[in-house]
């Protein structure tokens, strides 16, 4: 069958390389895609929220599958559209994503189903939040209810700081229509691992543990980032306490779906703190995290395109989702200026210098510039690695990372680091 693959990043460019293995796999169309990903697949000159324009180029080519990669399209509705038109798109419909598109929705739908998060508040006005700083303990956690492409988020240390993020948000509206709405929510310190799963509407399916570095600078210092670098599996993630999580977060979280006659299909992904033993909610996105994905797809042993037909199709309780025994590691290569601002057009040295068969190099946003690979974004190249162990996972990516040099590059070094 032919598939279409919707957005432009690393996590798209994993899915791909997934997707090329499958044997119902034909020819794969990416919109829009990058210079990576040009390499494996057709790239097609449409924006992921153009949902008008990708339904018809689907209807044209007879697209067996969508994929879709980023949470914009889903809370817009992309997914009831393809449906409505007689076409196959993997993901939630546009009622399910309200879990990545309101923050106040999940905590609300976690509250009812006395699913383990953290203590919250919503507030409406700037005046209301402001009434409750004095209720919180501090560090205290404030949130933009809507989309903020990973930018809503501030832990605030003290009063002052809670104060003045509201202030930006709910008066600035630095977030636009996203600070409407905000979630003052209670600090919690642990350690975070992501539980992503897939879902077909009745049953849902963990995937392996992976852990997400999202801070910008080794020792997770520096500002929020969307994922520096990932490893899977999570040694913290041991069976008992995979069971735990399954048992006391996910299987309430898909009665809860149930129970409330939510539908949901495609990937969830819970953001999880483990806190003195005990796994608590953080977050919902209603899609593959990047760059969880590009770590999972690297591990995921059975046949994607088959996993995701079973979620479109109800058929998932009797489909396998095997993992392959080794460990991936995954080192994030980003433009100068990343987060605040990212770098475009500069050209990337030494691609072509990486031969280890156990290295894969995926592009995150790339384009050609006279002939040559070069930066278009913040984040800028994935580069994962499969190995027996963590550690030795982790030596090959950094020695293939010290291979590619492009100007003002940044990139963790303490990635996958695990003796800290
Ligand atoms: P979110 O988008 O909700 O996952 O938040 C982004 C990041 O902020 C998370 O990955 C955590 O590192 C941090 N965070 C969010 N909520 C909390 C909380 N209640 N306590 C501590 N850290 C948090
Ligand atoms: N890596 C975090 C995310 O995809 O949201």
């Known amino acids: 069958m032919n598939i279409l693959v919707v957005g432009s990043g690393g996590r798209e460019h994993a899915l791909i390389e997934k997707i090329r293995e499958s044997e119902l796999c034909e020819k794969i169309y990416c919109a829009p895609g990058n210079a990576g990903i040009a390499q494996v697949a057709e790239c097609l000159d449409i924006q992921p929220t153009d949902i008008e324009a990708l339904c018809n180029f689907a209807k044209e080519k007879q697209i067996g599958l969508t994929v879709i990669g980023p949470e914009a399209p889903l809370v817009e509705g992309i997914v009831d559209k393809f449906e409505s038109e007689g076409l196959k798109a993997f993901g939630p419909s546009k009622d399910a994503a309200r879990f990545e598109g309101s923050k106040a929705y999940t905590k609300k739908f976690l509250q009812k189903h006395n699913i383990p998060t953290a203590q919250y508040k919503e507030v409406h ?48 509206k630095t977030l636009g229509d996203s600070g409407d709405v905000v979630v003052l929510e209670e600090y919690l310190d642990g350690v975070e691992t992501s539980a992503l799963c897939f879902v077909d509407g009745q049953t849902l399916i963990p995937m392996t543990s992976s852990k997400d570095y999202k801070r910008i600078f080794d020792n997770d210092m520096g500002d929020n980032t969307g994922g520096m670098g990932t490893y899977s599996p999570n040694p913290l993630v041991d069976e008992a306490m995979a069971e735990k999580i399954e048992k006391t977060v996910l299987a309430p979280i898909m009665k809860g779906f149930l129970d409330d006659g939510i539908v949901y299909k495609g990937v969830l992904y819970v953001g999880l703190m483990i806190c003195d033993g005990v796994p608590k909610v953080l977050e919902f996105n209603v899609r593959f995290g990047d760059p969880e994905t590009q770590v999972l797809m690297l591990r995921l042993e059975t046949d994607l395109v088959k996993i995701m037909l079973s979620c479109c199709d109800g058929f998932l309780s009797r489909q396998e989702v095997k993992w392959k025994e080794g460990c991936a590691v ?14 475009k057009g500069v050209v990337i040295n030494g691609l072509d210098s990486v031969f280890d068969e156990n290295i894969k190099i995926l592009h995150a946003a790339t384009k050609i510039v006279d002939g040559k690979f070069a930066t ?31 100007d003002r590059m940044q990139y963790r070094s303490d990635i996958a680091k695990l003796d800290k």
């Open 376 to 406: 278009n974004g913040g984040r800028v190249l994935n580069i994962c690695a499969l190995s027996d162990t963590i550690e030795n996972a982790r030596q090959s990516a950094y020695k293939a990372v010290e291979k590619i040099t492009f």
């Open 125 to 172: 006005t700037f005046e209301e939040a402001v009434s409750y700083l004095d209720k919180f303990t501090y560090p205290l956690v404030v949130k933009a209810d809507g989309l903020a492409a990973g930018k809503g988020v501030f832990i605030c240390p003290t009063k002052d700081d809670a104060y003045k993020a509201l202030d930006d948000v709910m008066n600035k």
């Open 330 to 343: 995954c080192v994030v290569m980003a433009s100068g200026g990343y987060p605040a601002s990212s770098e």
